[in-house]
């Protein structure tokens, strides 16, 4: 299960490419349009309840997109026209686009799920529905599925961005060498600029195996580590500043 949820920024969510995503925006006045409150995501709900803060609709290009909650926002002709002005009675409703704010998209075994939501206090169904959603994420399959449930979650290798996506600034390069290595590794950071930085190597279940540099305020510059001799298999180098994760994959193997 992946799930995405707090951005406005369709590019990030294109990076990833796990669904087709032509635009998003923001919209501070949203108009539920259709709900469909028979699914686990969205359990303990109101029928029609209200998303009083702030959403992220999206124009979902993808096919296989299940579209849970979609609010009014968008012309026929893609004109913008703000939430507040599409809940105006001279706006004709059939002039009006419906774009999802909760869905999901199956993808082989697993789902990934977009929450273009906003959590605070005194709004329930936005928590209800995300804890609704990491419950459905660790439901167990029904009887008789052929899914493996004895199997262990294995990570992939990913480069996480916070802020504003593709235009985010590159705050720090780093490089792994050699990979795969036999005894010792080295790994290269270079900072553009002054930040604190964290490294740490888990392994595929996410358990630490090292940590190589606890979080130190640096200048920037280059920096140089080793990576230990550990027991040959699959592992990441998770690289943290204030604003941005980078996470390396990095094979030990067992003999020259």
């Excluded at 032509?22 to 109101?46: D, I, R």
């Excluded at 105006?88 to 704010?101: G, W």
């Excluded at 005194?122 to 609704?132: K, R, S």
Aim: negative net charge.
């Amino acid at each position: 299960m992946v799930i995405i949820t707090g951005t406005d920024d369709f590019r990030i969510l294109q990076q990833f490419g796990l669904f087709g995503v032509e635009f998003s925006y923001f919209c501070s006045e949203p108009v539920v349009h259709e709900v469909t409150p028979e699914h686990p995501v969205l359990n303990g709900t109101n029928s029609q309840f209200s998303l009083s803060d702030f959403v992220y609709p999206i124009d979902v290009t993808d096919p296989d997109f299940v579209t849970l909650v979609d609010v009014l926002g968008y012309k026929e002709d893609d004109s913008p026209v703000s939430c507040w002005t599409a809940t105006r009675e001279e706006t004709d409703p059939a002039s009006l686009r419906n774009f999802p704010v909760v869905g999901y998209k199956p993808i082989g075994s697993g789902k990934v799920v977009y929450l273009g939501m906003e959590y605070y206090q005194d709004q329930a169904e936005p928590a209800q529905i995300l804890i609704n959603t990491i419950r459905w994420s660790s439901a167990k399959p029904v009887q008789g599925s052929r899914q493996n449930t004895n199997r262990v979650a294995k990570r992939s290798e990913e480069v996480l961005h916070a802020g504003s996506g593709a235009d985010h600034a590159v705050l720090f390069d780093l490089k792994i060498y050699p990979n795969p290595y036999y005894e010792k590794a080295t790994l290269d950071i270079e900072l553009k600029n002054a930040t604190a930085l964290e490294v740490e190597m888990t392994d595929e279940n996410g358990r630490i195996t090292a940590i190589l540099l606890p979080q130190k305020s640096l200048s920037a510059g280059f920096y140089r580590m080793e990576l230990p001799n550990v027991s040959s298999g699959v592992y990441f180098v998770r690289c943290k500043t204030e604003d941005k994760t980078s996470v390396r994959k990095v094979v030990k193997t067992a003999a020259r």
